[in-house]
């Protein structure tokens, strides 16, 4: 905490607090950013597999009500007209079933492109994140390296010029 300001009143002091937190909002790191992106992905891929599923059953209702419709319509009718009527709504029941099928066989195929997709993308990120951490580390070894012999260097020419130093004083005595 910080302290603002102290006041005396009455011979008590009370002091005045400001808190430290930033106002800002916390940024995303990038591994978040793109586990957003491949939920996004992910989620729209859903929703339009859904929006799909349920156009789907709504044609299937629709189709069933003409069906219905026609059905009634052939009670009036002769028998052969009954069953030329009965043949037409399976006819049509099985196209819109197989309809169905290819929709939601269409939507499973695309939903599971988007993942891969996805995936790939990820992990293309991580070998990039884990390749670029891999180059840093390295160089710091090579310039901590550097730093050492550098060091090692100049104490061997310090010691070397202590101990002339040491002869020196040591001749003249």
């Known amino acids: 905490m910080v302290y603002l300001a102290e006041k005396q009143t009455n011979n008590t002091n009370t002091l005045t607090t400001m808190s430290t937190k930033s106002t800002k909002p916390e940024e ?3 591994f978040e950013k793109v586990k957003e992106t491949i939920e996004d992905f992910w989620d729209g891929t859903k929703d339009k597999a859904e929006d799909l599923k349920e156009t789907a ?3 299937i ?15 009036k009718k002769a028998t052969t007209a009954k069953k030329a009527v009965a043949n037409k709504a ?4 099985t196209k819109a079933k197989a309809a169905t099928a290819d929709v939601k066989a ?8 988007v993942t891969a997709k996805a995936k790939k993308a990820a992990t293309e990120v991580k070998a990039k994140a884990e390749d670029k951490a891999k180059a840093i ?8 390296t550097d730093a050492k012999k550098a060091v090692a260097a100049k104490t061997t020419k310090a010691k070397t010029t202590a101990t ?5 004083t040591a001749a003249t005595h």
Do not use: I, P, R, W
């Open 106 to 113: 269409k939507a499973e195929l695309k939903a599971k492109e």
């Open 57 to 59: 059953e709504n044609t």
């Open 164 to 168: 002339t130093a040491k002869k020196k």
């Open 90 to 93: 399976s006819t049509a029941a």
């Open 137 to 144: 580390t390295t160089k710091a070894k090579t310039e901590a």
């Open 28 to 30: 995303k790191g990038f």
């Open 61 to 75: 209702e629709k189709v069933k009500d003409k069906v219905t419709a026609k059905k009634v319509t052939a009670t």
